[in-house]
């Protein structure tokens, strides 16, 4: 059976880091593009960024950038996303999803059950 388990999240403060892994079970993962988003309490989700598996160009949101890094290792089947200078706005459920393909704009094949990221001093 194909999955992908997050692990990674908890409670940080404010300036914070915390790395969160997906790791695919059943399926490799370089075939395919892994996007993380993540979905606050009474807001829909939403995409945080993204890693291609043709030629690894890396995606990410205006709130993400400069701040989050996302990185791959396909030899231990996992994807990363290390975030840095956590803001309390970070709050919230984080998934991480299988691309069909290796683009970053084809549809998602996976999703995980997702991680919880607290950031509260």
């Known amino acids: 059976q194909s999955q992908l388990v997050e692990s990674g999240g908890g409670l940080v403060q404010p300036g914070g880091s915390l790395r969160l892994s997906c790791a695919a079970s059943?399926?490799?993962?370089?075939?395919?593009?892994i996007g993380w988003f993540r979905q606050a309490p009474g807001k829909e989700r939403e995409g945080v960024s993204c890693?291609?598996?043709?030629?690894?160009?890396?995606y990410y949101t205006d709130a993400a950038k400069g701040r989050f890094a996302i990185s791959r290792d396909n030899a231990k089947n996992t994807v990363y996303l290390q975030m840095n200078s956590l803001k309390p706005d970070d709050t919230a459920v984080y998934y991480c999803?299988?691309?069909?393909?290796?683009?970053?704009?084809?549809?998602?094949?996976?999703w995980g059950q997702g991680t919880q990221v607290t950031v509260s001093s």
């Open positions: 999803a299988a691309r069909a393909g290796p683009g970053c704009f084809s549809r998602v094949a996976y």
């Open positions: 890693i291609s598996s043709s030629d690894g160009s890396t």
């Open positions: 059943g399926f490799t993962l370089d075939a395919h593009a």
